[in-house]
């Protein structure tokens, strides 16, 4: 997916509803986290600049979830590819950019 506000408003909306999504939840994790990435060296135009602190949030939330949920020897072997992050949360990440 490109990196652009469209996409990530498409990635939440999958984050929502995972059932139709292409992507699992640890990969719209990842995606935000190199999204974000990419404008930290740089100013950002408005429109990104106004989803930053939401791309941030669901690839930290994403491993408060992990370390809050699983021992530390469950971190260390499981691949997490079908773990689910609440649906709750991407509504509500979704409402803050809308």
């Known amino acids: 997916m490109p990196f652009t506000r469209d996409a990530a408003i498409q990635m939440l909306k999958w984050g929502a509803k995972p059932e139709l999504s292409p992507y699992t939840h640890k990969q719209i994790a990842e995606w935000c986290d190199k999204f974000w990435c990419q404008y ?40 997490f590819e079908n773990e689910l992050m609440p649906k709750e949360w991407f509504n509500e990440w979704l409402r803050q950019v809308a």
Do not use: G, H
């Not at 135009?45 to 930290?60: C, G, Q």
């Open 40 to 79: 930290l060296e740089v100013d950002a135009e408005p429109e990104i600049e106004s989803l930053l602190p939401v791309l941030t949030d669901v690839e930290t939330q994403w491993d408060l979830y992990l370390a809050n949920t699983y021992s530390i020897e469950e971190l260390k072997t499981k691949d």
